[in-house]
Each structure stands twice: as C-alpha cells, then as structure tokens.
C-alpha cells in the first residue's frame, strides 16, 4: 500500500483551520462519485493518500523511477551499466536448448490422450464438511480445481481455499517423512513402537491412552473410531476445531432438545436477517447459499415484477454477507444477542414482558435497535408468510441459535425455506480440550494421539497445551505438516493430502461424496483411515481397499452386494453419493423454551457489559491456520480489508480517532488470557466498541511461507470465552506498513460505479446510462465500428448486483495463469500481481452533519463519524477491459501487445522489453510488472513447476502482463470446435474467474452472436462501461448494482440513525 | 607544440573507419549466418536414443500408419509417444531376442518408461498444437520429413519462427487431402496447383487471419 507518511508531531490530535473546506471538498468530490470510496484515506483525500497515487508506483519503491533518479548516477556508472547488459545481453543468444526428453507410458491408461487434461469428481474439506470439486489433471499430475457443477454444496463453483488446495499439494514444506523425536524415521520403526503399545493397551483396555480428533464428517471414519473404542474401551476422546459448531447444537437442543444442523433454501426466502452469519463466506454450504440468494436477488435473474430479496444484517464484524446486504448494523458480538433477543421480542416470540435479565444494566433500559428499524424489519418478516429465513452464525451463542430457529418457527419458516438435518458432523458430543487439560494435568493420560490437528498452536492461550503436552510421556500427532505440534511430539506421522487418497465426506447438507486421490501420495502420507487401521491392527492397510470395505460393511452404497461395484463407480464418476442428503426432520420446538434463554443471554453479556471487546474470526484465507503455508491465500487480499499476509487488528474509525490511532500503529492487546502486539487496521463498519483479530496467523514452526508472518490470536484466547472477550488495547507509538491493497491501482474519484435502490431502478430503467459516457472527442481512428474479419467477438460483463468480493475469482486467476506469489514486502511496494482485482467499495449517501474543527492526524472526524456507522459495500472485479481501441497498444515501441481479429489485446511476454508504457497509459490500471524475479528457484516464492498449467507461459523478470481472458481456453475450445468443424458453442467455453464464481456474476462469451447470454446482457439498460468517455471501447462492461433497501427505511447505512440514538432521542420500545 | 597526429594517420582513420564498417557488416551477417545454421536450429541433428528406433524400417519397409504410434495426433496438442506394450504387440512375437531391443523388454518388465531425446524441440513458449494442423490438411511430411527414408529419425525442418511464418502465411500450397495426410510422398509443394491450393483452404476453411496473430502460437 502506498504508505501514509508517520506524523512528524506524535501528538494524538492537531487541530487544522481549513477542516471546513477540506470536508466540504471531500464531499464535494464524494458526491461526484454518488457516494462511493475505497478508504477512509481516500475519502478524506488526505496528502499522504494523494502523493502516494499520483505515482503510478509507490514512491517509497526503490524500482521506482523516482528513486533511481534520487540516488546519485554518474556518467562512468551508467557507461559500466550499458556496457555490461549489452554484453549480458548477448551472452544468452550463445546457448543451445538443453536436450528435453520424452517418458512414454509403459501401459497407457485407456482412454487417455496425452497433452489433454482429464477431470476427476472429488471433494475438497473444509471445517470437516466437504464441497464437490472436479481437479484438472495434466498426465497424471493435478493443477487446478474448479467446482462440480452437479455437486449440492457447489453447483460448479469453487472458493478460495479449495482452489488453493492444489498447491498446498506440493509444498515442499510438507511433513515428508515418519519422525522420531523429532529425527526422520521409518514407518517400520513406528510399527514395531506401537506393537509394545498395543499389547500395553490391550493388558489395559487403552487406560491412560487418549485420542484427540479434528472436525470430520466421514461416516467411514466414525465407524474406525467406534471400533477403537470397543476395542480399548477406557480410552478417552476428545475433539478439538478452532472454528466448532458446539454452539449451534447446543441452541438446537436448547430449542428442539436435541442437537441438530440448519440447512437453508435462500431461493425461496424474501427477506433474510443475519444474525452475525456470514453465510455467504465462511460457514459450511457458503458456495451454494451464496449462489441461492443471488438468485432471489439479482435483478438479471429475475422476472420484471418479480421483487428481490431483501437482505438485513446484524453483524458484529464488517463481512460480505453484510457488505452486499440492504440494511447493516454493526454491534459489538455480545449484543448481538441482545438484538436477537429483540427482535423475538418484536415478532411476539419470547413474551414481549420478559424483561432482559438483571446482568444487563447497561442495556437494560434502552433498546439496542433503533425502534424504527426493528418494527420495520418486524413488519417485512411477517408479510412474507414464512418465506423468510433468519440465519444465526456458527460463532454466537447457544441462546441466538435458539432464537432465530424460535422466529423462522414461528413464521413459518421451519420445514418451507429453514430445514433441521441431524448433525452432519461426527464426534458432536465429545468433550473439547478443556477436558483433556484437566485429563493431562491429572496425570491421567499416559499416551495421546492427536489426528489432523494442531493443538499446540490453537489451543486457547489458558490452556496452556504447549506447556502440558511434553508431560506425556508418549505423544503422536498425525498430520500434513511437521507443525507446532509435531515438533513436540514422540512420533510425527505425515498426512495424506486430500488430493492424494482415498476418503469420504459429507456436504452441508448431509450429501456423502467420495474423495479419490488425483496421484500417489507425494510423501508417503497416510489417510485419516489408513491411520486409525495403523493404531488398531498394527500394519498399513491399502486406503482404497479401507474405504471401500467400510462403504460396504455399512452399506452406504446399494443394499446388495452384487451392486455395489456398479454404484461405486458411478459414485466415483459422480463425485458424490445420488440422492444421499440427510432427511429433514420436523420437530416443534420444546415448551418454555424461552426460560433458559434469559440467563444464557445475560451470562454471555455480562462479560461485554463495559469496556471494549476483542472479537476472534477465522480468516477468510487461512481460516483457523491450517492453509498458513500457502502463499496464495497469504496473498490473497481478504475480502472488505484488502489486508495480504500479516493481517491486522480491525478498529472503527471512531476508536481510533478517541485512541490516536492510524493504519499501521502498532498496539498492545491485553486480555486475561495474554496479550500481543500487532499493527491496526481502520474498518468502516466495525462497531466502536469491539476490535476484531482474525486467526490464522502467527505460526512459528509450520513452513518457509507461514513462519512469522503476523500474530497468533489463540495467544488471547480464553475457552469460556471463546469468540469473544474484554480486552484492553494500549498505543505503544510504534509503527508498521500493512501489505494493503485498497489504494493500488486507484481510477480516481471517478464515476465507476453505479447502482440504485429496486424501486428507482423500475422507475428508470436506464438509470446507469449516462450522457458523460459519450466521448466528445476520440484519440483513435474513426468511425465506429471498425471493420472486423473474425467469427467470434469476445466480451465479459460482470454483474455488480451479484458480486460478493469474495476473492475466489482472484485465486482461480492466480491458479489457472500461473501468476506469482510475491512476498510481502513486494505487496507493500504495490507489487502484487494479480491480474484480476475486486475494487471494494464503501457506500453511504448521507451528508456528513455536525463537522468538528479537529481531526485526527490527517482523517476528517465528521466525514469519518457519518460514514464509520455501517456502510454498504459494492464489489467491482477489475479485469483487463480488453480494449477496442487499446490505449496500451499504441504506445508499446516493440509491438508486443497488440490486437487480435476476435477482440484480445493480446500480451507477447517475448517481445516485451518492459518499458512499462503501456501500464503507465492504461486507464484501468490492470497491467501488472515482473519487477523482480518472483518464478525462478532463486525467487523468494519459487513456483512449484508441477503444479503449473502446462498452457500458460511463466513470464521473466521485466516483462508486462496481464488478463488474457483465458485465451489458452479460447484456443483450445476453439481447435476442438474446428477440428470437429462446427462453431464454438456459448456454453462450452468459460474463463477460470467465471467458472469460479459462486454467485454467476461474470459472463464471458462471443458478443458477436446474438443469442449468447453475454450478447443479451450487453443489451440491457443496466450494462455500462468503465470510462466509457475516453472512448475506448471496452469488451468487459459491467452491470450496475440494484439493491432492494426496505423503503420505510430511508437511510442503508442507518447514520442517521446512529445520530438520534446516541442523543438519546430514541425511545425504548 | 607538435602535432600529436602525423599525415599518415588520416590514412589509418580512413582505414580503420572502413574496417569498422566493413566489420560490422561481417559480423552481424556472421551472427546471421550462426544462428540460421543448423548448429543453432538443430537440422540433420541425430540425438542418440535408448533403442535405434528406424522409420526406414517401421513406416517405409513395413508400411505401418503414423497413428498406430502415435495415437493422440489427431485429437491432441501432442502427437504422442507409443507406450512400452505398443512396441511389444509385435516385438512379443517378433525378434524377441535381438540385443537392440533389450531397453524396450527391461522396460516393460521393470516398468519403467524408456526416456527418449526430443528430436523436435520447440521453445517453451510456443504452443504448437498438433491436432490443428493434422486436422486442417498439413501432412506430417510437411514438418518431418521423409521418415519413411530415415533410419534415424532427425531434425529437417529449421523449426525457426520464419520458417513456421512462411508457411501461416501462405498455408495453401502445403496443404494435402484427408488421405494424404499421414503418407510419405514423393514431392508435395510442387505438385500442388494454385486452384487446388485454394480449393484445400476452402474445404479446411482456413481463416488468414488469424493464422499470423501471436496468441495463435504464444501466450
């Protein structure tokens, strides 16, 4: 990020005359821009912010122009420069191609046409659910993975983590071998270790001995435990997952009295609350929830009369779910509950006169919505006649889980657009790790095997599990990595990766896929059941044969054995299991359900009564740690923050203002669990009284991409209070850049985004057409259009109403071009080389009142204070535009970016000599530069050549490129469409960001035939181009967003509101 | 003060800005000449390979069909090397003892690939697809050569840039019937009539145009 400059006077607050004007400029320019910025810096226009994007390139960046001419050149210097890359230059024109060989099979398998990929159904795992993906396999080696478009949980589309999965497949930092005491050993060794064991344990019925698992849905693998646990009936188990959904069976036994899993139809609900879920992003079924509300939404998807869904969130950290919604509001995670408990109270379902419990003073007298918003969301639920949904997040309490089932009971919803499945997950009843701590503390656990998880790094900070683990005398993790954990352990066993074995899984909604291996494990890893059949036979058995034998003892398949081979095939072509979803149970909740909740809000508010609240999330990327070592999704910008690596703690803009705190200051955290310091990160959104510390981070022994970076949030954390607690946060005056990408690559305040409410959009259709769009004068050869000889036209529009910003797009990219990982120092020079970059947004309309004469270092408290109360968010993919009239292409001087017949600016690494004109002319600002060497074996990140696709060239040190629009697809859907001679057809041809798409917002397809689904939207009054008045002719145009904000709601981002209710002018309902 | 320089040395001036010249044009046209030879592109080279693999005798002598070998030519960017069991259909029953051969049996018996040295080796960064061209009428003789007269196979074309141009821009002339397209034939450039060459365009209906753009063969 370009860096915002330290303040030469450390005083927290200056005072400035000209406040009045710069706010009354900043909104000037906002209102320019109906309303829309990217940064608090941004929107302010602070000199940092501008100094810092009037270079193309951060100034601070010794690459840059600027700071080759700062530093002293002579003439002598240049001379030896000259002369030695011309001799350089020539010196690799002497070399001949090494010789390449050819290794032919020895037995082809049947069917297989070398030099084309193969795709296998599998799944990927994430928090122990699966997800239906196909991996693109090149002769036997897996580079890439999209979704299973027939798979329920996927639909064809792919998140981030699962995309990245593939090259977590061949890191090299991998645990490679058995280890003993922490030295390489042989399996053997182990075997023969565990035979003195086995009979120790069998003498003893597994006395002392103890299991601690991770998340898992595998029916196969319950059924390997069970058989343990008959076998060794005194052993212990234990389960331990850093993000767990204990809470959400302990709110369905609360309610129904016993424990259950929600799975939601969101095409059939009209109005949705979210009660702090981010449903959309990081919750098991996310892909298919995204894709299902979109489609209820989406103004494209719908009829003209149909109305939209309506989207209301209660969020206590800013998310997607609740940057596309149409009304946010951001409390702090313990009220939350309260705000349920409200909203119940509103809809009649927990007695209106139950007062909230005595812990409550603090709250008790007023209400936490404002009354005007909850009648008006009270209203909306009940007009819909049970076509509604309100969605609890897996990280609240028991008590808000109990009352949004409560009200989707209550209206209806149970049965219609909310269905109750048993749990899906295994091991929901056994005790966590709390337990195995007062276990090992009584000496009583002799041996413990921990299977797939880490818990040295992410036990809580209490439990201390670094400290009481080498008290055992005899410890064994099992895992895919020689982790925090593996380090201390007696033995380390290496893991299979997914992509590796033989497994299975269940979906969120219960669906059982197989999980088949893509290539023999790379380093002798075993599976999760290979591994239990080791502890309890003694010997490795086949995972094939292990996964297969359990699918038919337990007959997951066909009744009758002599289908099974049948099934299981079409099983294995499937991915998945046909028709294997859990049944819906219908339960009514229980009586009184209502009288345990009272207590259980008030425990869990208590703890937030006063003073601030430090909230714990899994990362969008790493989620709870385990994909660390993977560079892509360190680099991966998190969706809303635009953080890459090291991550930061999220503060409201108000907060820092009232703490003297900017992007970067580095502060000391202290709760009663530990404390740490890391750098801050300034949110819009984030409720005053919370900050939010992702987990994730901060690993010391897992691998070369994950060592150091950032802070471990398990440090802070209590197991009472797992999600969240109080928490003391001190300045300490010291200062870091943050790897923040929201200021690379900005387009100016200029009119980029257009968007408008359901109702103004019916009035005016072409509300998103603008006269400004047409150029009045043109730098390019004219008239229009321009003779044109090919067959196909290719374009993409990409719908601003469904995006999401979940930045899957951008690791698809990332997987199918082969694009770098940099580092983050290269991301804080503004080196990133994503070719694809999803702009976020905030939006708030309302004209900032009551302007202070101070500000806050250099951002303006008024404009801060009005926009700081939950604004909305608007997603915009950025892709090369694909000029018809290319700027760029006019001012290469060695023509090695030029124009195709069907429409590509195409990019030609091998004649680029990178003198950067065409970025520097580049109104989108989407070319991206090799500033260093970041591919080769020398590079920081080197590249993992087995994981590359084979059809995309790996680019140099000093060379420009860009989006392709796939063009190594384009080529050979089209050769096959010639060869077989018949024209390409709209559906068979589709780019990696739009294949991943969970909410189908881009479409690419050939403009030039009428009837392709990219001509038809191109023709909508909605589409519009970027800077369309520079008369470039872009082939990527976007379709402006349509909200459906609830009308007796003026303000989406509630400021006003906020205003009144801190006047205390809001009456308590 | 005398003169630093005499009379004569307006002769060695001349002399040595005619040699500079005259040097400058040696060597660039040498540097040409170097890289156009076939010590840089590689023509008649004759990598050594495990067996001494002979088209003479497979393709001229026995008359077996490209594609019994190589399978995914028509269907694949690569033309495809034959597995260990191809070579073994015959070779189980057909000089079953012959010392050349005894990498091809160790192979299937240890099973492990034989490593064969890549005769036609393209820059990484171009994607020649052979479908296309076997598809669109352009004979293997076209790139290969007579192969029915090779007893090792070696490198024909240049395989330069230029000389893959020469035929994208102007592919009539090079192009055969379906039927023709794995045969060895005699003479085919000279053969082939400027009506019967654009006669083959239309039939393959083979665009110009996009013939010569780059990502046709780089990206």
């Known amino acids: 990020m370009p860096p915002i400059k330290p303040p030469h006077n450390p005083g927290r607050i200056a005072t400035v005359d000209i406040t009045q004007t710069h706010a009354a400029q900043a909104w000037e320019a906002n209102q320019r821009h109906e309303g829309y910025w990217r940064s608090l810096a941004e929107l302010a226009k602070t000199t940092a912010f501008t100094e810092a994007i009037t270079q193309e390139f951060s100034a601070a960046d010794p690459a840059s122009p600027g700071a080759l001419l700062d530093t002293p050149v002579t003439r002598r210097h240049s001379l030896k420069l000259l002369g030695a890359s011309m001799a350089l230059a020539n010196m690799t024109a002497c070399s001949r191609q090494p010789d390449e060989h050819i290794l032919p099979y020895v037995n082809m398998p049947e069917h297989l046409v070398p030099g084309r990929p193969r795709y296998y159904a599998t799944a990927t795992m994430l928090g122990g659910y699966a997800q239906g993906v196909l991996v693109e396999s090149h002769e036997g080696r897996p580079t890439k993975i999209e979704g299973n478009p027939d798979h329920p949980a996927s639909l064809g589309a792919c998140d981030a983590i699962s995309q990245a999965s593939v090259l977590s497949l061949y890191d090299p930092d991998r645990a490679q071998s058995v280890r003993y005491r922490n030295s390489i050993a042989a399996l053997g060794d182990l075997e023969r270790d565990l035979q003195t064991q086995r009979r120790l344990w069998d003498a003893n019925q597994g006395q002392g001995l103890c299991f601690l698992l991770a998340a898992s849905s595998s029916p196969s693998e319950a059924f390997a435990v069970q058989q343990l646990q008959q076998r060794w009936p005194r052993a212990r188990w234990f389960m331990q997952e850093s993000v767990d959904r204990r809470s959400l069976y302990a709110g369905a036994e609360m309610l129904f009295g016993q424990p259950l899993e929600a799975v939601y139809h969101f095409d059939k609900a009209r109005v949705v609350v979210s009660l702090d879920s981010d449903f959309m992003l990081s919750?098991?079924?996310?892909?298919?929830?995204?894709?299902?509300?979109?489609?209820?939404?989406?103004?494209?998807?719908?009829?003209?009369?149909?109305?939209?869904a309506r989207l209301y969130v209660l969020e206590s950290t800013p998310s997607v779910t609740g940057g596309v919604a149409d009304h946010r509001r951001c409390l702090p995670w313990p009220d939350i509950a309260i705000a349920a408990q409200e909203l119940a109270r509103g809809l009649g379902v927990v007695d209106p006169r139950q007062k909230q419990s005595a812990g409550n003073n603090a709250t008790a007298g007023s209400g936490l919505l404002p009354s005007a918003w909850l009648n008006a969301v009270c209203a909306d639920l009940r007009a819909h006649d049970g076509n509604i949904i309100v969605i609890p997040g897996d990280q609240q309490p028991p008590a808000v889980h109990a009352l949004a089932h409560g009200i989707n009971h209550a209206l209806g919803a149970l049965g219609k657009t909310v269905e109750l499945i048993p749990p899906q997950a295994n091991y929901v009843d056994l005790p966590g790790i709390p337990a195995l701590k007062v276990a090992i503390e009584k000496q009583e656990v002799s041996h413990l095997v921990v299977l797939g998880n880490n818990p040295v790094y992410e036990a809580p900070a209490d439990i201390n599990f670094a400290k009481i683990y080498p008290s055992i005398p005899w410890r064994l993790h099992f895992g895919e990595y020689h982790d925090e954990t593996g380090h201390l352990s007696t033995w380390q066993v290496p893991a299979a990766h997914t992509l590796e074995t033989w497994a299975d899984a269940r979906a969120y909604d219960?669906?059982?896929?197989?999980?088949?291996?893509l290539i023999q494990p790379l380093y002798d890893g075993l599976s999760n059941l290979q591994m239990l059949f080791l502890l309890h036979h003694g010997v490795v058995q086949d995972a094939r044969h292990l996964l297969r034998s359990a699918w038919q003892a337990h007959g997951f398949l066909a009744a009758n054995p002599e289908d099974f081979e049948q099934t299981w095939r079409s099983c294995l072509q499937r991915g998945f299991v046909e028709n294997s979803a859990a049944k819906p149970v219908s339960l009514a909740p229980r009586d009184g359900w209502q009288n345990a909740l009272g207590t259980s809000v008030g425990e869990l508010t208590t703890a937030g009564a006063s003073g601030l609240i430090l909230q714990f999330r899994p990362d969008p990327?790493?989620?709870?740690?385990?994909?660390?070592?993977?560079?892509?999704?360190?680099?991966?910008?998190?969706?809303?923050?635009?953080?890459?690596?090291?991550g930061a703690l999220l503060i409201s803009p108000g907060l820092a203002e009232e703490r003297g705190l900017k992007d970067g200051s580095v502060v000391k955290l202290t709760t009663t669990a530990g404390e740490l310091r890391l750098p801050v990160f300034i949110l819009p959104g984030q409720p005053d009284a919370a900050v939010t510390l992702f987990l994730g981070q901060g690993h010391q022994n897992l691998g070369s991409v994950a060592m150091g970076v950032g802070v471990n949030a398990n440090h802070l954390r209590d197991t009472s209070q797992l999600w969240s607690m109080p928490v003391t946060l001190e300045p300490t005056g010291a200062e870091l850049q943050l790897a923040l990408l929201q200021h690379h690559h900005n387009m100016e305040n200029r009119d980029l985004i257009r968007a408008a409410s359901i109702a103004e959009f019916r009035k005016n259709p072409t509300f998103a057409q603008r006269t400004t769009d047409q150029p009045d004068k043109s730098l390019y050869p004219e008239p229009w259009p321009a003779k044109r000889s090919s067959e196909n036209a290719w374009g993409m529009v990409i719908d601003l109403s469904a995006c999401i910003g979940c930045n899957a797009c951008v690791t698809a990219c990332q997987a199918e071009n082969n694009i770098p990982v940099v580092g983050e120092d290269e991301v804080v020079r503004g080196h990133n080389m994503h070719w694809l970059r999803v702009d976020r947004y905030f939006s708030a309309k309302s004209h900032p009142t009551g302007v202070k004469a101070s500000v806050v270092q250099e951002y303006d408290p008024a404009l801060v204070q009005s926009f700081s109360d939950a604004p909305l968010n608007l997603f915009q993919p950025v892709p090369c535009m694909h000029c018809e009239n290319a700027p760029c292409e006019y001012v290469c001087p060695v023509g090695a970016t030029q124009h195709s017949a069907d429409g590509l600016n195409e990019m030609i690494y091998q004649r680029c000599v990178g003198t950067r004109y065409c970025s520097q002319n580049c109104p989108y600002k989407v070319r991206r530069f090799n500033w260093f060497d970041y591919t080769s074996n020398t590079a920081r990140y080197p590249n993992l050549p087995a994981q590359q696709n084979p059809d995309v060239s790996i680019r140099e040190r000093g060379v420009m490129e860009k989006c392709t629009y796939c063009v190594q697809r384009i080529s050979s859907v089209r050769q096959t469409a010639e060869a077989e001679h018949r024209p390409i057809l709209d559906t068979e041809l589709q780019t990696a960001c739009q294949q991943t798409c969970p909410t189908r917002a881009i479409i690419f397809g050939d403009t030039a035939n009428p009837d392709s689904e990219v001509s038809r939207l191109k023709a909508l009054p909605l589409n519009y181009p970027l800077l369309a008045h520079l008369n470039t002719r872009p082939r990527t145009t976007y379709l402006a967003a349509v909200r459906n904000p609830n009308p007796h709601l003026s303000e989406p981002g509630g400021a006003s509101e906020k205003n009144q209710r801190s006047k205390g002018e809001v009456p308590h309902d | 003060m005398p003169q630093i320089f005499r009379q004569r040395s307006n002769n060695l001036t001349r002399m040595l800005l005619l040699g500079g010249l005259v040097g400058s044009i040696a060597l660039t046209a040498m540097a040409f000449g170097i890289y156009s030879s076939s010590f840089v592109t590689g023509v008649n080279a004759t990598p050594a390979q495990p067996v001494p693999f002979s088209h003479k005798h497979h393709v001229g002598e026995i008359g077996i069909d490209c594609r019994y070998c190589h399978t995914s030519v028509e269907q694949s960017t690569f033309a495809g090397l034959p597995d260990t069991a191809t070579c073994m259909t015959c070779h189980s029953q057909l000089w079953t003892n012959a010392q050349v051969l005894a990498p091809v049996r160790a192979s299937l018996v240890e099973n492990r690939p034989l490593i064969w040295?890549?005769?036609?080796?393209?820059?990484?960064?171009?994607?020649?697809?052979?479908?296309?061209?076997?598809?669109?009428?352009?004979?293997?003789?076209?790139?290969?050569?007579?192969?029915?007269?090779?007893?090792?196979?070696?490198?024909?074309?240049?395989?330069?840039?230029?000389?893959?141009?020469?035929?994208?821009r102007n592919p009539g002339p090079h192009l055969r019937a379906e039927v023709d397209i794995t045969q060895m034939l005699a003479t085919a450039k000279e053969t082939q009539s400027e009506q019967r060459a654009h006669q083959l365009m239309m039939h393959y209906g083979i665009r110009l145009d996009r013939l010569t753009e780059c990502v046709t063969c780089h990206r």
Request: proline letters at 8%; hydrophobic letters at 35%.
């Open chain 1, 621 to 646: 990327a790493l989620w709870d740690g385990r994909y660390a070592n993977n560079g892509w999704l360190q680099e991966q910008p998190r969706p809303i923050t635009t953080l890459t690596w090291g």
């Open chain 2, 117 to 168: 040295t890549r005769v036609h080796d393209l820059p990484d960064f171009v994607y020649f697809n052979h479908q296309a061209h076997v598809t669109h009428g352009v004979a293997c003789q076209s790139c290969h050569g007579r192969l029915d007269q090779m007893p090792l196979t070696r490198q024909v074309a240049p395989l330069t840039m230029q000389w893959c141009l020469d035929c994208h």
């Open chain 1, 283 to 308: 919750q098991p079924g996310s892909l298919r929830y995204a894709r299902d509300f979109m489609q209820a939404r989406v103004p494209r998807m719908l009829g003209s009369q149909t109305q939209p």
């Open chain 1, 510 to 517: 219960g669906t059982l896929g197989v999980i088949q291996p």
